[in-house]
């Protein structure tokens, strides 16, 4: 009878060991992970470095008294459109015009004297050829023509200088542009010197500091982009104007003007504007996505491809990358379906779902020397390289 018990205990046992394992081995499976594809596409890369400048006028002229005097006309305030040759301020000129005035009254007594005198000269002359006179006479009357003669022209002199200074009184615009500051009030008192306003051209540039290790990759003429806000992507068109020839030996950097294709609105002298370069460029490249790409431990580059609903890691020999895009020089062939979001949970050969099942992500227009809208990539398991 124990004998029994013993074994009907044993095959109890060994039955529920079994359904045990049973339930083991009938776990559902891991669901597939949930990732974002972009195809690869080939286009034109760029590469490029953002650097934070300021906005300089072409033309800025601070405008100082030539003269002493009160201000007695203010034409312009802050931000007033001028024009060349324009009248900005005026100084007082009643004591230079008094004193222009007398200059040329004296003037024309020292003419009337020299008429004078050289009517004497004349007769002195005849007589002296008759012997009615000496040459001693002769000689006197001479030195009287040439003293008046320099009399008249330092009276011309300071008839000029008069004049020039009276000229100054009004300080003109030196160029078309628009106000910047202005220093003075009406009514103000100014001495020679003292500054007036300062003006500024309405063409203006950014100024940037170009590293010397990039200096030969740009020239004068090339592409560049200005942006007035933060985001880099958003500006307007811009070109190199100028590279200055001169390589600060501190921060070894060299300045360069970069400057508005076409007008900018609120592009003002001194505010902070961020300008993107190019460095170098390839046309008709394999590209993917940056967030594509993972550093793998030995420090090679990697992709996840989707292929057959199963991750495929394939390690890629990358190129220039610039604006979002990484040129794939081995590795990743034209249409590949690349894993941009996801790829850090994924393994090598795991089940994975696309997000958005069916989807296709349709290629937009491309940059020059890129294609435009392109046919849609093939179906997971048709890319990869062969």
Not at 159 to 165: R, S, W
Not at 181 to 197: I, M, N, P, Q, T
Not at 308 to 320: E, L, M, P, S, Y
Request: net charge neutral; aromatic share 2%.
């Amino acid at each position: 009878m124990r004998e029994k018990l013993a074994t009907l205990v044993t095959v109890s046992l060994a039955v529920l060991s079994a359904g045990s394992c049973g339930e083991q081995a009938a776990a559902p499976p891991k669901p597939p992970a949930v990732v974002a594809v972009k195809p690869a596409v080939r286009r034109e890369v760029r590469s490029g470095v953002t650097l934070t400048g300021t906005v300089e006028p072409e033309q800025r002229a601070r405008l100082v008294a030539q003269v002493d005097g009160e201000v007695e006309s203010l034409a312009a305030r802050e931000g007033d459109a001028v024009r060349r040759g324009d009248v900005l301020v005026r100084i007082d000129p009643s004591r230079l015009q008094a004193a222009l005035d007398e200059a040329r009254a004296e003037q024309q007594a020292v003419l009337v004297d020299l008429e004078e005198a050289q009517r004497v000269l004349e007769r002195d002359r005849v007589l002296f050829e008759r012997q009615g006179i000496g040459r001693e006479r002769l000689e006197q009357s001479q030195t009287t023509v040439r003293r008046l003669e320099a009399a008249t022209a330092r009276a011309a002199a300071r008839i000029a200088g008069l004049a020039a200074q009276l000229a100054d009184t009004e300080v003109r615009a030196p160029f078309d542009g628009y106000v910047l500051e202005r220093y003075v009030e009406l009514g103000d008192v100014v001495k020679s010197g003292a500054a007036l306003l300062s003006v500024a051209s309405r063409k203006a540039y950014a100024l940037i500091q170009v590293a010397d290790t990039d200096l030969a990759r740009v020239k004068v003429g090339d592409a560049a982009r200005v942006s007035l806000g933060s985001n880099a992507k958003e500006g307007v068109e811009a070109r190199i104007a100028r590279i200055r020839p001169q390589v600060d030996p501190a921060t070894r950097t060299a300045a360069v003007e970069v400057e508005p294709v076409a007008s900018v609105s609120g592009f003002l002298p001194g505010m902070l504007v961020r300008v993107t370069l190019t460095l170098d460029r390839r046309s008709g490249v394999v590209a993917v996505p940056g967030e594509a790409l993972l550093v793998r431990p030995d420090g090679s580059a990697a992709v996840f491809l989707v292929e057959r609903d199963t991750a495929v890691q394939r390690r890629v020999v990358t190129g220039i990358e610039g604006e979002g895009w990484i040129e794939i020089r081995e590795g990743v062939s034209e249409g590949d379906l690349v894993v941009v979001q996801g790829q850090e949970r994924l393994k090598d050969g795991a089940a994975v779902k696309v997000k958005g099942a069916g989807t296709r992500q349709a290629h937009g227009p491309m940059d020059s020397g890129g294609r435009g809208d392109s046919p849609a990539p093939p179906t997971a398991g048709t890319g990869g390289q062969k």
